[in-house]
């Protein structure tokens, strides 16, 4: 990526006792783009998120924001910090337009244009002026991700985004995070529990478990590469037996098998050749069903099946 890094995490680490925390960690994000941030329960992304903004000092390792060690000025790194942790924190009687006056004021150079500017790209126009208690719960969170973005970051944290709106709101609240991501040319890290959502909503994920990244999946859209991915296929077919034992000559690896079916991974391309020597054996196929690997599936493989923090 041609792009400098807006974070940079280099060997981080954050022992608590005689307990290490966060364990050598290291990952760079870059402007633009939407990263799912996942991990088991206990995995660190709480504590990592943490140090990124300040309220907690590594052990060991170096944070920079923009270029800017957190530990050494952090007034000047954390300007470049936007975040929202759940429901924003909002003056529910007054107006959207006075809350987001009254956290311009805390922020130097936030003009009205620029006030303008973020109620135009959440979408808010028609309801600015009207008490925040009247608002949805999306049109709270809508009004928050203005209020993150009233001083141009270079970084927006959002921890749970998500929490408590129905599907609509949450299609929609993604929506102007993608465009916000693009337009804004921010970095917009996540964490969530949702990993649908994080699929349809990010460029790349991280995972980490036991404070160590443990995987990095880069999300290519569905439209442009579902042809180029593994798929897991499940074959129907009878019997069982010869066709896992084809399966073995072309060194196909097996993932499950019963009485009556078997499941691998396999290229899509590679899919009619298969069936063609199935077929030839003399197996009979009676159905094939074909799915992407999720990034549920690549989540659960990857931490042993434990829950999502």
């Known amino acids: 990526m041609s792009k400098q890094p807006v974070v940079q995490l280099d060997h981080i680490t954050k022992v608590i006792g005689n307990k290490t925390i966060i364990d050598q960690l290291s990952f760079e994000l870059f402007p633009g783009e939407v990263v799912g941030f996942l991990g088991p329960n206990g995995a660190g992304k709480t504590t990592t998120i943490r140090m990124i903004v300040g309220l907690m000092a590594p052990t060991a390792g170096e944070i920079l924001i923009q270029g800017i060690d957190v530990q050494q000025d952090f007034e000047k790194a954390i300007s470049h910090v936007g975040a929202i942790v759940e429901n924003p924190e909002l003056y529910k009687y007054m107006s959207g337009y006075k809350n987001l006056l009254h956290y311009a004021r805390m922020v130097d150079g ?76 921010v970095c917009v890290l996540v964490s969530s529990h949702l990993l649908s959502e994080i699929e349809l909503m990010c460029d790349r994920t991280l995972i980490i478990q036991s404070g160590k990244l443990i995987g990095e999946k880069q999300i290519q859209k569905e439209e442009v590469t579902a042809e180029a991915k593994k798929q897991i296929v499940q074959f129907q077919v009878n019997p069982v037996e010869k066709a896992i034992s084809i399966l073995q000559l072309q060194k196909i690896v097996l993932l499950y098998s019963n009485q009556t079916s078997f499941e691998i991974e396999i290229e899509r391309d590679n899919v009619p050749k298969l069936v063609k020597n199935l077929v030839a054996e003399d197996v009979s196929i009676f159905a094939v069903e074909t799915r992407v690997k999720s990034l549920e599936d690549e989540f659960l493989e990857i931490t042993g099946g434990k829950s999502v923090d």
């Open 110 to 185: 936030v003009t009205e244009e620029r006030i303008d500017e973020v109620i135009e790209l959440v979408g808010l126009q028609n309801r600015i002026e009207q008490k925040v208690s009247t608002y949805s719960l999306g049109m709270r969170q809508r009004l928050g991700l203005a209020q993150a973005l009233l001083h141009r970051p270079s970084l927006l944290i959002l921890d749970e985004p998500t929490n408590g709106l129905d599907p609509a709101g949450i299609r929609e609240f993604r929506d102007y995070l993608r465009m916000v991501a693009d337009k804004e040319d």
